[in-house]
């Protein structure tokens, strides 16, 4: 029954990736949580085949070689990375005492209330434009913190890619891959963790969807409704995490 509930989620939260950049590591963190399963394990799940499609997303792009895109990956790099390491050693050393469902409910709450206010999301995302620089080291101290960094990546994202979902998409999938690599090698050489054939099972399924339905399923979605249901989702899931407590 929890390797069928958990193959339920990989398919649905593929589709949501294929589709949107994100989904696995923002959607299938706090669907694990909710289910019982600690912060470690669900990363050992979802990042092998989240990191398959960021992989396939950036090979099937076209329309990424820009200055803009360059530029971005290059902030990225310098940025980001750096306090993404600074995030993972300090779960390394404090995950007994982090509340990861508290943690990661507020984040998610904060950042769909953000995206929803008109205002506020015009705001953070002429910040973020103007201020690259300190978006990189902020998603990366959060990503390593809680694997929600996906939630401030897509508004970067957007606000550095106004309305070519493409671009959003490919920029959210390259950083989600290198993310997503670094946190793998790191969980893996500094945690005790079981990698067995079923997440084999998760990863080729997961490709499978991208291969066959993710880019038809793409293309059909116009950009505001690639926001709104981003928005939509990520709010269901904070609202979900901190009433965790009070439902169990």
């Known amino acids: 029954m929890e390797i069928f509930l958990l193959m339920v989620i990989i398919i649905i939260l593929s589709f949501v990736?294929?589709?949107?950049?994100?989904?696995?590591?923002?959607?299938?963190?706090?669907?694990?949580?909710?289910?019982?399963?600690?912060?470690?394990?669900?990363?050992?799940?979802?990042?092998?085949?989240?990191?398959?499609?960021?992989?396939?997303q950036i090979i099937n792009n076209k329309e990424s070689k820009s200055i803009e895109m360059a530029e971005f990956k290059r902030n990225f790099n310098f940025y980001c990375i750096p306090f993404l390491f600074l995030g993972l050693i300090t779960i390394k050393l404090v995950i007994e005492i982090i509340n990861f469902t508290l943690l990661i409910g507020i984040i998610l709450i904060f950042i769909s209330i953000i995206r929803s206010h008109t205002t506020a999301n015009y705001k953070l995302s002429n910040f973020l434009s103007k201020n690259n620089v300190l978006g990189n080291i902020f998603i990366g101290i959060i990503h390593g913190l809680s694997n929600m960094g996906g939630s401030f990546l897509s508004v970067l994202s957007?606000?550095?890619?106004?309305?070519?979902?493409?671009?959003?998409?490919?920029?959210?999938?390259?950083?989600?891959?290198?993310?997503?690599?670094?946190?793998?090698?790191?969980?893996?050489?500094?945690?005790?963790?079981?990698?067995?054939?079923?997440?084999?099972?998760?990863?080729?399924?997961?490709?499978?969807?991208?291969?066959?339905?993710?880019?038809?399923?793409f293309a059909s979605i116009l950009n505001y409704q690639y926001q709104k249901l981003i928005t939509i989702l990520i709010f269901f899931y904070g609202v979900l995490l901190l009433l965790n407590p009070l439902i169990i």
């Open 158 to 217: 957007a606000s550095t890619f106004p309305n070519n979902k493409s671009l959003i998409r490919y920029a959210v999938a390259y950083c989600y891959l290198i993310m997503g690599l670094i946190q793998f090698i790191f969980i893996a050489t500094q945690f005790s963790v079981q990698f067995s054939y079923i997440n084999i099972v998760y990863i080729l399924i997961s490709g499978l969807i991208f291969r066959f339905f993710g880019e038809k399923l």
């Open 17 to 56: 990736q294929s589709i949107l950049g994100i989904g696995l590591l923002l959607f299938g963190t706090p669907s694990l949580l909710l289910i019982g399963y600690g912060f470690i394990e669900a990363l050992i799940i979802l990042l092998p085949p989240s990191i398959l499609i960021s992989l396939l």
